[in-house]
């Protein structure tokens, strides 16, 4: 018995250095779990679609796994959400390997035009169970569709030979974007309009008028057709169109004419003109046949007086 006691105390003894060095090696590192890459299904996000947001991490840690992860993600201005759960659970990922989160996002219809900064948290723990977190800022672009409302495009029911008509549109800009370039544009058949209209930019519930001095051909005549084309870009540069029909129907142009009446009194005296002459001519002579008399009888008085 004392034997086996005097084994197992040199045993102990032997093994105490070993285990001295075992707590000088331990891994007290903290292992780092970080974002290294994100990417959106689509160019931005708007309000009219879902779009899918795809995130890596990696445990960038040589020597250590990490468990119970849990991610977060959040917008601080509230104008970005999530279509389902904004977190997700992750069992485990060992050193060095990476893990991707799907989630989807959408904006609110009021979300602000431009980049939003979205916050991605993880928390996790080691296998001694000791808590660690990291955070990570993601930039994603919102942009809301432009809308144009438009009114006035339309042309009378009928125009006149060689006439100018001014044909006016209000243009209401009914989106929380700014409409850039605003042109319009007038193919119309038989009508000149001296080519495009610069409208220019139209900010959110603004509004703004184009108009454009449109001349009728001298020589046409009849029913005719044709389109009014409004062109504009959103922020990012993208071209928007709208394409309004317009018709009309073009009468001859008739010369200023004769009444009725005037015509008939030409037909019964056609030498009018001839009469009237006559009698200014004749009114004339008589008045100078009185001047000559009142004149001479003067001078003959003014003879006898001086004799």
């Not at 959106?40 to 795809?54: D, G």
């Not at 959400?81 to 050193?95: D, F, I, Q």
Request: charged share 25%.
């Amino acid at each position: 018995m004392k034997k086996l006691i005097a084994i197992l105390l040199c045993a102990f003894f032997a093994l105490i250095p070993f285990f001295a060095f075992a707590e000088e090696t331990a891994d007290y590192s903290t292992p780092r779990f970080m974002v290294t890459g994100y990417e959106l299904s689509e160019n931005s996000l708007s309000p009219e679609k879902t779009a899918e947001l795809k995130i890596t991490f990696k445990n960038y840690s040589t020597s250590k796994a990490i468990f119970n992860i849990k991610l977060s993600l959040s917008d601080p201005s509230g104008e970005i959400l999530t279509t389902g759960m904004p977190t997700e659970y992750v069992k485990s990922v060992y050193a060095g390997k990476e893990y991707i989160w799907n989630i989807g996002l959408t904006a609110t219809p009021g979300a602000s035009i431009g980049g939003h900064d979205l916050t991605v948290t993880a928390e996790y723990e080691d296998k001694n169970y000791t808590s660690f977190s990291s955070s990570d800022t993601l930039r994603i672009d919102v942009i809301q569709e432009v809308k144009l409302k438009y009114s006035g495009a339309s042309l009378p029911q009928k125009v006149t030979q060689g006439d100018v008509h001014t044909v006016s549109l209000e243009l209401m800009n009914t989106g929380k974007s700014t409409i850039y370039n605003c042109t319009l544009d007038f193919d119309i058949e038989h009508f000149q309009s001296g080519g495009s209209v610069f409208v220019g930019n139209i900010e959110a519930s603004q509004s703004a008028t184009g108009s454009a001095n449109l001349r009728v051909d001298s020589d046409a005549l009849g029913k005719t057709a044709g389109k009014i084309t409004i062109t504009y870009e959103d922020d990012y540069g993208k071209e928007y169109k709208q394409t309004v029909d317009v018709s009309t129907v073009i009468e001859e142009k008739v010369e200023a004419a004769l009444s009725l009446e005037d015509m008939e009194k030409e037909k019964k005296n056609p030498l009018w003109w001839l009469f009237i002459l006559v009698g200014v001519i004749a009114g004339g002579s008589a008045g100078a046949g009185v001047m000559w008399y009142v004149n001479d009888k003067k001078q003959r008085k003014d003879d006898d007086l001086r004799l």
